[in-house]
Structures are given as structure tokens and as C-alpha cells.
């Protein structure tokens, strides 16, 4: 898979998190902060956010 740049709504599809709860947990270091794309523009690596879906997920098997 080739990494790529998601959105914002993009990565609330991914995850299912709101945007409140998105940036609540970035806030507190529990997701990847954005990346810069342009002056009034963020986003996400493909790539940061699977691996933040696939820890998420062993997370919750182990419990």
C-alpha cells in the first residue's frame, strides 16, 4: 500500500472517531498529530494512522 495524505473526514471514517474525540486525543498524546500540507491545511499519513489502528486493536485484545 502507498502511503498517502488523508483529510480530516477522511480519517474520522477510518478510526470512527468524531472530530471532537480526534483532536481530544491528540491533545493528550493518545493519537499522531497532522502533518502540515499547506498553510491552512493538515493531514495524516495513511501509513501513521493504520498502525495507530492496528495498536489500537491489539490494545483491546489484551485487555
Given at each position: 500500500?502507498?502511503?498517502?495524505?488523508?483529510?480530516?473526514?477522511?480519517?474520522?471514517?477510518i478510526?470512527?472517531?468524531?472530530?471532537?474525540?480526534?483532536?481530544?486525543?491528540?491533545?493528550?498524546?493518545?493519537?499522531?498529530?497532522?502533518?502540515r500540507?499547506?498553510?491552512?491545511?493538515?493531514?495524516?499519513?495513511?501509513?501513521?494512522?493504520?498502525?495507530?489502528?492496528?495498536?489500537?486493536?491489539?490494545?483491546?485484545?489484551?485487555?
Amino acid at each position: 500500500m502507498t502511503d498517502r495524505i488523508l483529510r480530516r473526514p477522511e480519517v474520522e471514517r477510518i478510526t470512527g472517531l468524531s472530530k471532537s474525540t480526534l483532536y481530544r486525543m491528540i491533545a493528550r498524546g493518545d493519537f499522531p498529530a497532522p502533518a502540515r500540507i499547506g498553510e491552512r491545511a493538515v493531514g495524516w499519513h495513511s501509513r501513521i494512522v493504520m498502525a495507530w489502528l492496528t495498536s489500537a486493536a491489539e490494545s483491546r485484545e489484551t485487555c
